[in-house]
């Protein structure tokens, strides 16, 4: 591909860009013994996008053929002042994650019988006459993308391949007309290794042990009470009570105004530092340019309970007159890059987690986090618990089902008063404006001493 001979398309408004996509996907589906659904996908787009000021003018289209870009070209950039061509050698910094086993290169069938033999091994357990079903989706993804940014001053251009795999299980098991349903992912910016070191028939038993030990549980009690969130429980706390909330897009159209001008102020006790970090090896949310061009970098947000910065990409970093950080993301070709999340985390402390659960006279242990919903303006939360324990004079008592955490994400993080030394991740898919991005996000053992527990 001769890139340098895209480059006098791009030379319009303030700046500009030209994204290119090749990706194949396969998802597969098995459930109740079979498999239900097989999605395979190729695809390859291109997309064109100037930015005049505080305009933006996007389009994009199949494949990459220069009529077709400069015929989209002319379209969006009607009425844009025009530069020189600035001097570019035709260079593509080159960048590939570490991989062992590239997914592509495993046979469907081979996929195919790791979720069958995942399957039946749950299928074999004692219990496993209270399941009522199981299902496992198995997904990988080659995404190879290739990005010529230009501006008056230069152009530079990246190309990267990111691999994903994952695996999720869910398991629903019935007792006595009470339903109870538990989920175990794992996932990352890696390739088929996953499967290898992520024993798929471990992760099923995990999702079938926590629904069997929901069905006995009782009710968890409604009321406040201190809450210990364990490392395990991943940072879905961090993610959805701050760090959306952290994205400049959202500071900037007024609907994060716990965070908008607070810079320097305190917004979370002195125990809490908070930073998103993109550079790390092969975590889920890990790029090394962001999907405008933009060389990642670990993002320092909250610091001792300062504010520190938000996630911006290059649209908001101007208006802010700033540099972006690395943070615009974008779901594929088809889509504008927006500030996103990537690997989002509470740093870690130095508490002993067992000694931060022997400090609870009462509460509540969170040892799995469910779904939820967040305000973004209030910042108030509501987040199920899949798996919380009640604890007594320090120990853990019982297996609670039911619960749920209501509270508001900035006091929570006033509040927060043990920071243990450990950390826990999780993965996930993070949706936002109608795209979705791989995320992970992470936290240590942490103690909110006054929370409101949803029950029963």
Same mark, same amino acid.
């Given at each position: ?19 290119? *996509?090749?990706?194949?996907? &396969? ?6 013994? $079979? ?14 996008? =100037?930015?005049?000021? *505080? ?86 993804? @080659? ?21 994903? #795999?994952?695996?999720?299980?869910? @398991? /629903? ?12 992912? @794992? ?35 409604? %009321?406040?009470?201190? /809450? ?35 810079? %320097? ?31 990642? *970098? ?34 594929? =070709? ?15 402390? #130095? ?8 400090? /609870?006279?009462?509460? &509540?242990? @969170?040892?799995?986090?469910? %779904? %939820? ?23 853990? $008592? #019982? ?45 240590? #053992? ?11």
């Amino acid at each position: 591909m001769n890139w340098k001979s895209f480059l006098p398309l791009l030379c319009y408004g303030d700046a500009s860009e030209l994204y290119y *996509e090749e990706a194949m996907g &396969l998802v597969i589906s098995y459930e109740d013994g $079979k498999v239900d659904e097989i999605e395979s996908g190729h695809s390859r787009g291109t997309s064109l996008r =100037y930015l005049a000021e *505080e305009e933006t003018r996007f389009g994009h289209g199949n494949g990459i053929r220069l009529d077709r870009c400069d015929s989209l070209s002319k379209d969006l950039r009607k009425g844009l002042r025009s530069f020189d061509i600035p001097p570019w050698n035709g260079t593509i910094e080159r960048h590939q994650h570490a991989i062992i086993k590239n997914p592509w290169t495993i046979a469907l069938d081979e996929k195919i019988k790791i979720l069958e033999a995942a399957d039946s091994h749950c299928r074999s357990l004692k219990g496993s006459e209270y399941i009522r079903q199981i299902s496992l989706t198995y997904v990988d993804r @080659v995404k190879n993308i290739t990005c010529l940014s230009v501006q008056p001053q230069g152009a530079r251009a990246f190309a990267e391949e990111r691999i994903y #795999t994952s695996l999720a299980v869910t @398991v /629903v098991a019935e007792k006595d007309g009470i339903i109870q349903t538990a989920t175990e992912v @794992v996932g990352a910016l890696t390739g088929f290794e996953l499967i290898d070191r992520c024993d798929p028939k471990a992760v099923a038993e995990t999702a079938l042990r926590r629904a069997l030990k929901k069905l006995e549980a009782p009710n968890a009690p409604a %009321g406040e009470m201190c /809450v210990i969130l364990s490392s395990e429980a991943g940072g879905t706390m961090i993610h959805e009570a701050i760090g959306h909330s952290l994205e400049a897009d959202g500071i900037q159209k007024g609907i994060s105004p716990a965070f908008a001008g607070k810079i %320097g102020d305190t917004v979370a006790s002195e125990k809490i530092t908070v930073y998103d970090d993109p550079t790390l090896p092969n975590r889920r949310g890990s790029f090394v340019f962001d999907d405008e061009g933009t060389k990642s *970098e670990r993002t320092v947000l909250v610091e001792k309970g300062i504010l520190k910065n938000y996630l911006y990409d290059i649209l908001t970093a101007k208006r802010h007159k700033k540099n972006s950080n690395g943070h615009g993301r974008r779901e594929s =070709y088809s889509h504008k890059p927006i500030p996103r999340m990537s690997n989002t985390m509470i740093a870690s402390g #130095t508490e002993d987690p067992q000694m931060i659960l022997n400090s /609870v006279e009462n509460g &509540l242990l @969170v040892k799995r986090m469910g %779904g %939820g919903q967040v305000n973004p303006v209030t910042s108030d939360f509501v987040f199920e618990v899949e798996e919380g324990y009640l604890i007594e004079n320090g120990k853990i $008592k #019982t297996l609670v089902r039911g619960a749920s955490l209501l509270g508001n994400g900035p006091e929570v993080l006033k509040s927060i008063d043990l920071v243990g030394n450990d950390l826990g991740w999780g993965v996930g898919t993070c949706g936002k404006e109608g795209q979705g991005v791989p995320v992970s996000d992470a936290q240590p #053992t942490l103690r909110i001493p006054k929370l409101l527990i949803g029950g029963q």
